[in-house]
């Protein structure tokens, strides 16, 4: 079975790229990546090409456009459970999430089998480089989501999370629905429903210094309406338990 492997989904990140996957494969751990790239128009597809020469364990997913980031994780799960990975990654391209936390996530994760998470908000607010305005809306977007779910997360919303392959086996990846960073609370939300242990580990968060984010309004808005859909259809769902 092969162990270790880190999603990073990509669009635009070609100012990203060479340095993401180098600090990942610079870590005294061993991890492979998959890169999938949603057809980005400044030639991210064509360098990481170029990439696998230098690094064999190296690889890419190239889908025909942007689908959003929840589909790019499922067809991204998908490729790492048909290869056999035990442990699997999200971590973003722009070095918000910092590549030498994947290792504390792994050691975390390997206790339980279960889901890791980078949180930047269980031993407060450790976000660098953000406007107060911004940190404020991700903070309580999590406040709120534990108001309405009952999931005992700090940080929902988190995009730097470890995952046991049986998280990914258990779960049926095709009922996920949402496609912005709500993604982030239904997996979290789904996997805690099924009875797997969902720890934090807390990290500082630093905003991007190359590249352009990609919230926009109508994330926040599937966010906010959505988590209480999410919450009414959980009622009338039966999860699966693990032992």
């Not at 057809?39 to 025909?64: A, V």
């Not at 789904?190 to 934090?200: I, L, N, P, R, Y």
């Given at each position: 079975?092969?162990t270790?492997?880190?999603?990073?989904?990509?669009?635009?990140?070609?100012?990203?790229?060479?340095f993401?996957?180098?600090?990942?494969f610079?870590?005294?751990m061993?991890?492979?990546?998959?890169?999938?790239?949603?057809?980005?128009?400044?030639?991210?597809?064509?360098?990481?090409?170029?990439?696998?020469?230098?690094?064999p364990?190296?690889?890419?997913?190239?889908?025909?456009?942007?689908?959003?980031?929840?589909?790019?994780?499922?067809d991204g799960?998908?490729?790492?459970l048909q290869?056999?990975?035990?442990?699997?990654?999200?971590?973003?391209?722009?070095?918000?999430?910092?590549?030498?936390?994947?290792?504390?996530?792994?050691?975390?994760?390997?206790?339980?089998?279960?889901?890791?998470?980078?949180?930047?908000?269980?031993?407060?607010?450790?976000?660098?480089?953000?406007?107060m305005?911004?940190?404020?809306?991700?903070?309580?977007?999590?406040?709120?989501?534990?108001?309405?779910?009952?999931?005992?997360?700090?940080?929902?919303?988190?995009?730097?999370?470890?995952y046991?392959?049986?998280?990914?086996?258990?779960i049926d990846?095709?009922?996920?629905?949402?496609?912005?960073?709500?993604?982030?609370?239904?997996?979290?939300?789904?996997?805690?429903?099924?009875?797997?242990?969902?720890?934090?580990?807390?990290?500082?968060?630093t905003?991007?210094?190359?590249?352009?984010?990609?919230?926009?309004?109508g994330?926040?808005?599937?966010?906010v309406?959505?988590?209480?859909?999410?919450?009414?259809?959980s009622?009338?769902?039966?999860?699966?338990?693990?032992?």
């Amino acid at each position: 079975m092969k162990t270790r492997i880190v999603i990073i989904p990509t669009y635009n990140e070609i100012e990203n790229i060479d340095f993401i996957t180098q600090a990942v494969f610079e870590l005294p751990m061993d991890f492979d990546v998959l890169i999938v790239d949603d057809n980005s128009p400044d030639g991210t597809g064509k360098r990481i090409k170029e990439l696998q020469q230098k690094y064999p364990n190296l690889h890419l997913l190239e889908r025909k456009e942007k689908n959003g980031l929840g589909t790019a994780y499922i067809d991204g799960f998908k490729w790492c459970l048909q290869k056999g990975y035990e442990y699997v990654f999200e971590m973003d391209a722009d070095f918000s999430h910092n590549p030498t936390d994947l290792m504390r996530l792994y050691e975390a994760c390997t206790t339980h089998q279960g889901m890791t998470i980078g949180s930047r908000y269980v031993t407060g607010v450790n976000v660098v480089n953000w406007p107060m305005s911004r940190v404020m809306l991700s903070f309580f977007a999590s406040k709120y989501v534990r108001f309405i779910t009952g999931l005992d997360v700090h940080d929902t919303t988190a995009g730097f999370v470890c995952y046991h392959q049986r998280i990914l086996e258990t779960i049926d990846l095709d009922r996920i629905k949402f496609r912005g960073y709500a993604f982030q609370i239904e997996m979290k939300f789904t996997a805690w429903k099924h009875g797997f242990k969902v720890t934090e580990v807390p990290i500082i968060f630093t905003d991007r210094t190359r590249g352009e984010s990609k919230i926009s309004k109508g994330i926040i808005k599937e966010a906010v309406w959505g988590v209480i859909s999410m919450k009414i259809k959980s009622l009338f769902h039966t999860y699966k338990q693990v032992e």
